[in-house]
């Protein structure tokens, strides 16, 4: 029976992956970075139709609202440098076809051979929150605030690293 959240959910999901299809096939790195952003945003609205309201607003705000910005931010940066003038595919691209649809098809054999992907999960307790959890699960010292930090080390560094490459440089003679 097709209930409108199953309809919705089959739209979101298609338009998920076509525009996961674009950010890899766009010719444009800018075009890709903004499929990316389409692309994320059909997970928030997925996260949102399970009714995990808080990834979905997670999903925006980190990877829509800083990620994908900074991504687009060092395209800009480094457009003169990463100026594509090569072919857009090369004589391999029939092996990478096959090699990923087989690794597809054996992913998906594995999970669905697992015997835990038959059974039902068991409910949560009542007076388990989420939210509570995870709040005390990101800023515990034994949970993950190194994590977050190494991240945002890197793209720190990956910033600065942009700047330093698209620094506009004056010829020796002059």
Known sequence: MMTVSLIVFLI????TL??????VIARNLVHSALWLVLTLFGVAILFGLLQAGFLAV?????????????????????????SDTGP?????WGWALGISLMMFAALV????????????????DARFEPVVELGKALVSPNGYVLPFELASVLLL????????????RKPEGR
Do not use: C, D, K
């Open 12 to 15: 979101v999901a298609l338009i």
């Open 18 to 23: 076509g525009s996961a299809l674009m950010v």
């Open 58 to 82: 997670v999903q925006v705000v980190i990877y829509i609202g800083a990620i994908s910005i900074l991504i687009i931010f060092a395209i800009m940066l480094t457009r003169r440098i990463a």
């Open 88 to 92: 857009r595919f090369n004589e391999n």
């Open 109 to 124: 054999w594995v999970i669905v051979s697992w015997p835990g992907f038959h059974v039902q999960a068991q409910p949560l």
């Open 157 to 168: 560094a990956a910033l600065i690293g942009a700047i330093v490459i698209a620094w506009e």
